[in-house]
């Protein structure tokens, strides 16, 4: 009966993929910021071919603009292999080792087709340009990495015959973290590893946030002290208190990273102390952390690893299934 249900999952695979031709992508930048709302009525304002330039980047392919409530949105449709490019080039360096590009672009085409088939035919869009999925800035084309994307052309990770999560960021600082510390679900290819991430600009940071900064991210007054009150298995924080003049505010540490911004507290690794006026963390790593660091991979390739035995060490148990891309 297992070897039936593969069968068939396995199957479905191959028609989804198949069918992944396209991906459209809602453009996020500093001009449009906004993600349509899940009942927000959107119409139809046109379709623009060719290539547009929007706030200096160029988007090749088909643009449909749709107007919300309060918003114009920007819709890309462009071949899948073109964005997958794209993408690893604005996720990692163009001169970064062959193999590490290599595992970018199946790790990047595995998230962009997962996000397609979950929204489904009825979305307006599959994914967007953000650090939300993963980073899109347009046209970018750079031979190497063109090279790379060829060169893992259709593969994808799969786990038991069904398209993975491939969850990726930056920099681990040491260890991987536990999905289900982040996002609450645990996951059988994904598991917290030991990886060498020492060549990041992000393994070892430091940020001095001024208090005043802290109250109006979390929209309190007051603030005298910020404590680390729990952490994850992998010793990351799990969540801190915040001591305000009405008490104590118990905050998640992935919160607290979402609402003083992603870059402004790189990670939930880290340690806090008061230095007068601001409050200094001290940490590693860049992310949430879960699934391949990218760093590491790159160290990884510059060992001699290929790209298949580095996304096996951070996905394992995953097969690469390959798709038919017409």
């Given amino acids: 009966m297992k070897r039936i249900l593969i069968a068939i999952n396995i199957f479905l695979l191959s028609l989804t993929l198949a069918d992944a031709r396209t991906i459209k992508v809602l453009i996020l930048d500093d001009v449009f910021q906004k993600i349509p709302a899940k009942e927000e009525t959107l119409e139809k304002m046109g379709n623009i071919s060719g290539e547009l330039l929007v706030n200096g980047a160029h988007y090749p392919g088909n643009i449909e603009v749709l107007k919300g409530k309060d918003s114009l949105y920007l819709i890309n449709e462009l071949p899948l292999e073109e964005y997958i490019k794209n993408v690893v080039s604005a996720e990692v360096g163009t001169n970064w080792d062959m193999e590490a590009l290599k595992v970018q672009a199946v790790i990047s085409r595995t998230y962009a087709i997962y996000q397609k088939n979950k929204n489904g035919t009825n979305s307006h869009y599959d994914i967007t340009s953000s650090v939300l999925h993963q980073v899109y800035k347009g046209s970018s084309a ?18 038991d015959g069904n398209l993975i999560e491939a969850f990726y ?60 009150k729990s952490y994850t298995s992998t010793q990351r924080v799990k969540t801190v208190d915040v001591i305000h003049n009405k008490g104590a505010l118990n905050v998640k540490a992935t919160d607290l990273r979402k609402m003083l911004g992603w870059s402004r ?9 008061r230095d007068n006026g601001n409050y200094v963390f001290e940490g590693k790593g860049y992310g949430h952390g879960v699934g391949l660091c990218q760093w590491s991979a790159l160290e990884m390739a510059r060992e001699g690893m290929t790209y298949k035995q580095i996304l096996d060490y951070f996905y394992p148990g995953t097969k690469l299934e390959k798709y038919e891309n017409r």
């Fill in 265 to 273: 507290l790189p990670s939930t690794n880290f340690t806090v102390s």
């Fill in 169 to 228: 960021h930056s920099t681990s600082g040491g260890k991987t973290e536990d999905p289900a510390e982040v996002f609450g679900k645990s996951y059988p290819y994904l598991k917290p590893v030991e990886s060498n991430c020492e060549t990041s600009p992000y393994w070892i940071w430091e940020r001095r946030i001024p208090l005043k900064e802290i109250e109006k991210a979390l929209d309190i007054k007051g603030v005298s002290n910020i404590q680390i």
């Fill in 142 to 159: 750079d031979t190497r990495i063109s090279y790379a994307v060829m060169n893992t052309e259709g593969e994808a990770l799969t786990y």
